[in-house]
């Protein structure tokens, strides 16, 4: 049946480039049948990569990810090794290329399974479970020799005293309180829930299991680490625990601060695994965050991301270097202000490559290692986005994942000398439903922004484009508000997609945005409605200057988190835009910063400038509005002045910005009688991730724009 499917997909692609047919826009039916491309792994041997691909099932409401490999020099196509009903992720080679792990719920529960590897046809054999945790297991690796794989799971501190890993104590209370009719939790601390959960009775600990399954024990127990979290939680970032070359040793990321919920001083601990009672060591010192802990193949270092300033989530992530012999540390790249965002150590231990923002685009970089001075920064790629780095045993291909803004991301090849813009496509899944769809390219500009800076975007034309016509516009705005548009695929807020039904698709990177140095980030510190504001209305002054297609009198704004935020700015101080979008936007900061669950971020963006301490609204309470940042830059206390139509949506289980945030803009804007919907969803958090949820947003985001740029329904 696999056979079929594929040869019919090559046929219809065949047809229509044999016909000369058009192509088409995109729908959002094609942006869920994307396999979802990520986390390649290259083989001990240097010929095979396992990578992950998703599938979307619109039907079922369900995303299913299976392992495919596919050979590093390109000569066949990738194919699935897996094929469980539940799927399975995380897949990991043994060291001596004899075995992969990977994760799988197809039991009921997700636990670690083993399975031997065919290095001749780049398939896996019957796999075995290796775990029943009753607490399941997550982000498994191997030890390098092969013997422990360390995991994750969320446990009772109490039932992992003095390193046991007892299951039968976290199962007994977990069936406790499943069956118990009181469902009310006791909080004496700050963090009591996280981005989409409760925290609840149970903290995250790294466990090991021996490779014959016999051997388990917590590495983190409450003796070393009270009941903090270990690894530290970790949106989207490096794995937070790492094994020495000689297994003797690992290193994890942990935030040991009294109040968590308020700080961002995450350290690197080394634990002695020789010793069952070993007390762990805190090797870094910065007051900000450290993480991604990755020992350097020959052991001499332990390398890692550091930020210097305590409380500020956006700091510039330095590559930092600690000498294990000196326990010394040092900074790895010399004169680099941008950050870097991932890093892996070269074979010998002689350079680190590392992916880092830049101007709309996410490159490789290299520097060597020579353990007397810091290092340069060298081009190795660009011209995509290019995550998940890994290397072959030769030191000479680098594998990794790599997207555009008209191309979902795919696995790719690229010769280590550099530097290039050359890759080679290793995984074409795709390519037979990609070659169908127009996707416009995206293009750069520059403009001088608030105080004469430099600030870029960038446009995307409407497929089927006519420079005779004029169009209507999205304006998109992102979120962070240290974040970035680039030439990077979506699946949430995707370009091409907004732009498919008709639109030119606007978008700016104000002041906050990655990519531009730490000073243009910290732009955004306590001002939130100034510079980026000024920002943004003066890059759509641009483009309405330079771009004659482009229908002034039919332009909307779009943003989400921190887009949201200044969605709700514009809303209340601008009356240009036909209609406006406000997902997950903070509309009180006042009300914001007590609902919120990290709260250095509202802390540190809510600042006074001249302010060493907190920012907290009690504290500005004699204070001015204008000197006040929480009133300051408060939507809400602007609201009188909204008169746009506006679509609200927020989603119950946002715990960065809790959905009241969203009720009282829909209640405002209900009672001022400016034109208004909310859209609300129960079941999803700070993102849209259910297929159907998905599929609803879209239509009513979409519905809303038409609504309002292609009649007369509303006038200025």
């Known amino acids: 049946m696999r056979s079929l499917v594929l040869f019919s997909a090559i046929t219809v692609s065949a047809v229509v480039a044999a016909s000369g047919q058009a192509k088409r826009p995109m729908t959002f039916e094609d942006l869920q049948q994307i396999k979802r491309v990520t986390d390649p792994q290259v083989s001990p041997s240097g010929k095979w ?206 935030n040991m601060d009294e109040v968590p919920a308020a700080s961002t001083n995450n350290d690197i601990y080394t634990v002695d695994l020789t010793s069952p009672n070993a007390t762990p060591v805190k090797v870094t010192t910065s007051p900000g965050s450290d993480d991604g802990p990755a020992y350097s193949p020959d052991g001499k270092y332990l390398a890692f991301r550091s930020q210097a300033r305590a409380g500020y989530e956006s700091d510039r992530f330095r590559l ?211 510079k980026p504001y000024l920002d943004l209305m003066k890059g759509l002054d641009y483009a309405e200057a330079h771009y004659p297609f482009i229908d002034k009198e039919r332009e909307c704004a779009l943003g989400a988190s921190y887009g949201g935020f200044m969605a709700n700015w514009i809303l209340t101080h601008s009356n240009r835009f036909k209609c406006i979008v406000t997902h997950d936007g903070m509309y009180n900061p006042q009300s914001a910063y007590g609902s919120t669950e990290e709260m250095w971020f509202n802390e540190w963006e809510f600042r006074r400038v001249s302010d060493k301490e907190p920012g907290q609204p009690w504290r500005y309470a004699s204070l001015s509005a204008a000197q006040d940042p929480f009133r300051k830059w408060s939507p809400m206390l602007n609201i009188k002045n909204a008169k746009t139509p506006t679509l609200v949506i927020h989603s119950q289980r946002d715990y960065r910005l809790d959905v009241s945030e969203g009720f009282q803009l829909f209640t405002a804007l209900q009672r001022l009688k400016v034109p208004s919907k909310m859209l609300y969803f129960p079941d999803e958090g700070h993102w849209v991730l259910k297929p159907q949820n998905s599929r609803l947003w879209y239509q009513t985001v979409n519905d809303w724009c038409d609504r309002w740029t292609h009649s007369n329904a509303y006038a200025k």
């Open 320 to 530: 930092m270097l600690y000498d294990r012999e000196k326990k010394t540390a040092k900074e790895a790249v010399r004169r680099f202000d941008n950050w870097v965002d991932e890093f892996t150590w070269s074979p010998d231990s002689k350079q680190i490559y590392f992916a880092s923002g830049s101007e709309g685009q996410e490159p490789v970089l290299a520097v060597e290692i020579d353990g007397q001075s810091t290092g340069e920064a060298k081009d190795i790629v660009h011209g995509a986005e290019f995550s998940s780095l890994a290397l072959t045993a030769d030191g000479k291909t680098l594998i990794a994942a790599a997207m555009k803004v008209d191309r979902p991301a795919r696995i790719v090849s690229v010769a280590t000398a550099g530097p290039s813009d050359h890759y080679a496509e290793l995984s074409k899944g795709n390519d037979d439903l990609i070659h169908q769809l127009e996707l416009p390219a995206m293009e750069s500009f520059k403009f001088p922004g608030a105080g004469g800076t430099s600030v870029q975007g960038f446009i995307i034309r409407p497929p089927n484009f006519d420079p005779q016509k004029k169009y209507p516009l999205k304006f998109l705005i992102h979120g962070g508000p240290q974040g970035a548009w680039g030439d990077a695929w979506s699946y949430r807020w995707n370009p091409e997609l907004f732009a498919a039904n008709g639109y030119v698709v606007i978008m700016i990177n104000p002041r906050g945005s990655t990519g531009y140095g730490q000073a243009f980030i910290d732009g955004v510190n306590g001002d939130w409605g100034g």
């Open 49 to 254: 990569v396992m990578f992950s691909a998703t599938s979307v099932d619109l039907a079922t409401n369900k995303k299913t990810m299976h392992l495919y490999t596919v050979p590093v020099d390109g000569s066949a196509k990738e194919k699935a090794i897996t094929a469980g009903k539940d799927g399975e992720t995380g897949g990991r080679f043994s060291p001596d290329g004899k075995q992969v792990l990977f994760l799988s719920s197809n039991e009921g529960s997700q636990q670690i399974y083993l399975a031997p590897w065919d290095e001749q046809q780049g398939i896996v054999g019957p796999s075995q479970k290796l775990t029943s945790i009753s607490t399941e297991a997550d982000g498994a690796i191997w030890s390098p020799k092969g013997d422990w794989i360390a995991f994750v799971s969320d446990v009772y501190p109490e039932c992992a005293r003095e390193g046991a890993a007892d299951d039968a104590c976290n199962k007994a209370k977990d069936d406790a309180a499943a069956k118990s009719p009181v469902k009310a939790q006791i909080w004496d601390g700050l963090l009591y829930r996280h981005w989409d959960h409760y925290q609840g009775s149970k903290r995250s600990h790294i466990l090991l299991v021996s490779v014959d399954g016999k051997q388990m024990r917590d590495v983190t127990p409450i003796r070393d680490i009270k009941d903090h979290i270990a690894p530290t939680f970790s949106l989207a970032g490096p794995v937070g625990y790492a094994f020495s070359p000689d297994e003797k040793e690992l290193a994890y990321v942990v």
